[in-house]
């Protein structure tokens, strides 16, 4: 289900609630695709955290450009080729945080 052109203006405004939302909403769909571009669960893992950070620092530079769910695949599509972040991170509450800081 695409999300509300709402829920993208509150992502961009830094709201915690709309992060969770889109976690949900996303996180197994990408994650799904991860593992089926890396065959490996731990990767596809790494990858799924690394697309969620690069999202939220991608999304107030793409903000009219294209949905949210696009540019998650886009950058899932390119992470399942390059590999995920170095280091994996708890996404969730660390990345989500820093983000709402941001507004």
Known sequence: MPLHHDLKGRLLRGDREA???????????????????????EEARR?????FVELLEEL?????????EALAFTIARRRGRTGAHPQPRSVRREES???AQRS
């Open 97 to 99: 945080e820093r983000f």
């Open 60 to 68: 107030p530079r793409s903000a009219g450009a294209t949905s949210v």
């Open 19 to 41: 992060f969770d939302t889109l976690f949900e909403r996303l996180y197994g769909p990408i994650a799904a695709f991860a593992i089926g571009r890396t065959h490996s669960r």
């Open 47 to 51: 990858v799924v955290e690394a697309v």
